[in-house]
């Protein structure tokens, strides 16, 4: 099977589960913003040091997968029928909160704005953070006509906090200190 199917040439693109759509359309913004932070999260994993909860950061970007194939779909239950591993429960969201308030127990406590920066790592982070917010804002707008499944909007709202978590951490365990403003 080719790469490339020349179907798109025309500006549009189908769905997961059948339809098509303009490459404008809502739920392709929002399926692509997903898809853009689940990019720059695995760049900034591959940054040094590669290790840095590395376990955690997979586990996320397959959930990023997960809602890109609820969001792509104008179905989401046929979704979850055919691909079993599409789901955002409130488990996934409470295991974000417990890896941010485990990486939170190691820093020092929040007492002003910080500005984005430090390591490489961490610059990454903080600007996987912002993508995490347009694609949430993204998600947002769709949900306005679509259904889309409450756990979703919970889930890329937790999970730009754990970004933010995560680049204070690699900084602090960099022993670089967040530049505060």
Sequence with gaps: MKIYTKTGDGGETSLFGGGRVSKSD????????????????????????????????ELVQGRLLAIGSLLASPNPERVVTSLSKATITETEVAY?????????????????????????????????????????RSVVALDRNER???????YLNRLSDLLFTLARSANHRAEVPDKEW
């Design 148 to 154: 889309i499944p409450p756990m979703v909007l919970a």
């Design 96 to 136: 974000l909160e417990a890896a941010i308030d485990r990486l939170d127990a190691e820093l020092p406590e929040l007492r002003s704005f910080i500005l984005p920066g430090g390591t490489n790592k961490a610059a990454l982070f903080h600007w996987a953070r912002v993508v995490c917010r347009r694609a949430e």
């Design 26 to 57: 809502s739920r392709v913004q929002a399926y692509g913003d997903v898809d853009e932070l689940n990019t720059v999260l695995g760049v900034a994993a591959a940054a040094v040091p590669a290790h840095f909860e590395l376990e955690l950061i």
